[in-house]
């Protein structure tokens, strides 16, 4: 196994506390290894196995646990005559019926019980779990691999730039590395497998979708369509040209399932000088390129989507907010927000002439306050800075862990 140590170093000072640990993430995105490294972590502190209460709802050994009765006899009997803390890991628990009732009932236990789980659905501590578990729990987001941790997973991979191709290729998807060998077919047959999995447990299945060709046809649009502003009325006008019955409500829910199994991330549109989030044009983008590529296959020609939605990912696994900017009539690609306050930047595949310059620098240089801003660029970058701008190459930005300060 290769410790993901961006994730552990987040979860560690947390184990042991009196708050649920709640990791989220798409479908094999990596949560049970992960959750695997923690109980070894756990051991390595002289946790005692006896105390670890660890249940996999993809196992069929624990397929008798339907409910949050089921779950809370079983952990109940596990632990009756076992003195000190019991760590009970529950892995992919939106399969379990109102599992939130049993882990509501353990949160007013926290001395007893500590309480970490994994779920593949973004919405899965909205609602009433929500409201009932305030200031009670912590979510742990996990994503596909950051390029870093694709140069871990592929050490043989030396040359950078051939690195970086695999990844705008291959996406980040960890069960990747099980193949013998990266190549279109092996690896595009892997991962759609993989995504047409996602596709019928966490959404045709939950959401009780009868047409699974019309949801199909919309996540295809999304996936062409990643980086630019879509509606559901956009999307319904597509459907009608290509003879496809829908209607603007059922597109909604269609992709509200897609954003809630984490197939795609929505990112708002914020308005920079008003300091408010705007309620319309917002972009979809990919969780996974690897997945996208999959279903429309990879296009050499998408590369300034390809890697905008690259650096969106990576903001997502960096800051605690990302938004689309606008400022006046111009667009800043991304606002990444975190308490120490927001960081601007613009996403190009060359800043080599004058009017790609002036195109990319004038909406920032329209934002008068102080905070740093910069320009990605796809060519390598070797100058300093432009009018307080900071100029950095895609992979610097991705291989190294700080951007622009």
Same mark, same amino acid.
């Given at each position: 196994?290769?410790?993901?140590?961006?994730?552990?170093?987040?979860?560690?000072?947390?184990?042991?506390?009196?708050?649920?640990? *709640?990791?989220?993430?798409?479908?094999?995105?990596?949560?049970?290894?992960?959750?695997?490294?923690?109980?070894?972590?756990?051991?390595?502190?002289?946790?005692?196995? $006896?105390?670890?209460?660890?249940?996999?709802?993809?196992?069929?050994?624990?397929?008798?646990?339907? #409910?949050?009765?089921?779950?809370?006899?079983?952990?109940?009997?596990?632990?009756?005559?076992?003195?000190?803390?019991?760590?009970?890991?529950?892995?992919?628990?939106?399969?379990?019926?109102?599992?939130?009732?049993?882990?509501?009932?353990?949160?007013?236990?926290?001395?007893?019980?500590?309480?970490?789980?994994? +779920?593949?659905?973004?919405?899965?501590?909205?609602?009433?779990?929500?409201?009932?578990?305030?200031?009670?729990?912590? !979510?742990?987001?996990?994503?596909?691999?950051?390029?870093? !941790?694709?140069?871990?997973?592929?050490?043989?991979?030396?040359?950078?730039?051939?690195?970086?191709?695999?990844?705008?290729?291959? +996406? +980040?998807?960890? +069960?990747?590395?099980?193949?013998?060998?990266?190549?279109?077919?092996?690896?595009?047959?892997?991962?759609?497998?993989?995504?047409?999995?996602?596709?019928?447990?966490?959404?045709?299945?939950?959401?009780?979708?009868?047409?699974?060709?019309?949801?199909?046809?919309?996540?295809?649009?999304?996936?062409?369509?990643?980086?630019?502003?879509?509606? *559901?009325?956009?999307?319904?006008?597509?459907?009608? #040209?290509?003879?496809?019955?829908?209607?603007?409500?059922?597109?909604?829910?269609?992709?509200?399932?897609?954003?809630?199994?984490?197939?795609?991330?929505?990112?708002?549109?914020?308005?920079?000088?008003?300091?408010?989030?705007?309620?319309? #044009?917002?972009?979809?983008?990919?969780?996974?390129?690897?997945?996208?590529?999959?279903?429309?296959?990879?296009?050499?020609?998408?590369?300034?989507?390809?890697?905008?939605?690259?650096? @969106?990912?990576?903001?997502?696994?960096?800051?605690?907010?990302?938004?689309?900017?606008?400022?006046?009539?111009?667009?800043?690609?991304?606002?990444?927000?975190?308490?120490?306050?927001?960081?601007?930047?613009?996403?190009?595949?060359?800043?080599?002439?004058?009017?790609?310059?002036?195109?990319?620098?004038?909406?920032?240089?329209?934002? $008068?306050?102080? @905070?740093?801003?910069?320009?990605?660029?796809?060519?390598?970058? @070797?100058?300093?800075?432009?009018?307080?701008?900071?100029?950095?190459?895609?992979?610097?930005?991705?291989?190294?862990?700080?951007?622009?300060?």
């Amino acid at each position: 196994m290769i410790t993901r140590d961006f994730y552990l170093n987040k979860i560690q000072p947390y184990l042991g506390k009196p708050v649920i640990k *709640a990791i989220t993430g798409l479908r094999r995105v990596g949560k049970s290894v992960f959750i695997r490294q923690l109980i070894l972590f756990l051991k390595k502190k002289r946790i005692p196995a $006896k105390n670890i209460i660890y249940i996999d709802k993809e196992s069929l050994q624990y397929d008798f646990i339907r #409910n949050y009765t089921d779950l809370n006899s079983y952990v109940e009997q596990q632990s009756h005559d076992i003195s000190g803390k019991i760590y009970t890991f529950i892995d992919e628990v939106q399969d379990i019926e109102e599992w939130e009732r049993a882990v509501s009932s353990w949160s007013g236990m926290p001395e007893r019980y500590d309480i970490i789980l994994t +779920g593949s659905n973004s919405t899965m501590f909205s609602g009433e779990l929500a409201s009932k578990l305030t200031g009670r729990y912590i !979510e742990f987001p996990v994503y596909p691999l950051s390029l870093r !941790e694709f140069q871990q997973f592929y050490p043989e991979i030396t040359d950078t730039d051939r690195l970086l191709d695999f990844y705008l290729k291959f +996406g +980040g998807m960890p +069960g990747l590395r099980m193949l013998d060998k990266l190549s279109v077919d092996t690896a595009y047959q892997f991962l759609g497998s993989i995504h047409d999995s996602i596709v019928l447990k966490d959404i045709v299945k939950r959401r009780g979708i009868r047409n699974a060709s019309v949801l199909d046809s919309i996540c295809k649009f999304c996936y062409d369509n990643i980086g630019n502003p879509i509606t *559901a009325t956009s999307i319904a006008g597509y459907l009608k #040209n290509q003879k496809v019955n829908s209607n603007v409500q059922s597109v909604i829910n269609y992709m509200n399932g897609l954003e809630d199994a984490e197939l795609f991330f929505s990112a708002p549109r914020y308005d920079i000088r008003g300091k408010k989030i705007l309620e319309v #044009n917002s972009k979809l983008f990919s969780a996974d390129l690897g997945l996208r590529h999959a279903k429309i296959g990879y296009r050499a020609g998408d590369i300034s989507q390809l890697i905008e939605n690259i650096v @969106y990912m990576e903001l997502r696994r960096r800051y605690d907010k990302v938004f689309i900017g606008a400022i006046g009539n111009y667009e800043v690609d991304f606002v990444a927000k975190s308490n120490s306050g927001p960081r601007y930047y613009q996403v190009t595949t060359s800043c080599n002439s004058a009017a790609t310059l002036e195109r990319e620098t004038r909406s920032l240089l329209a934002i $008068k306050d102080n @905070y740093p801003k910069a320009i990605i660029s796809l060519e390598k970058i @070797y100058g300093d800075n432009y009018s307080g701008i900071k100029f950095v190459s895609l992979l610097d930005f991705l291989l190294k862990s700080s951007d622009v300060q």
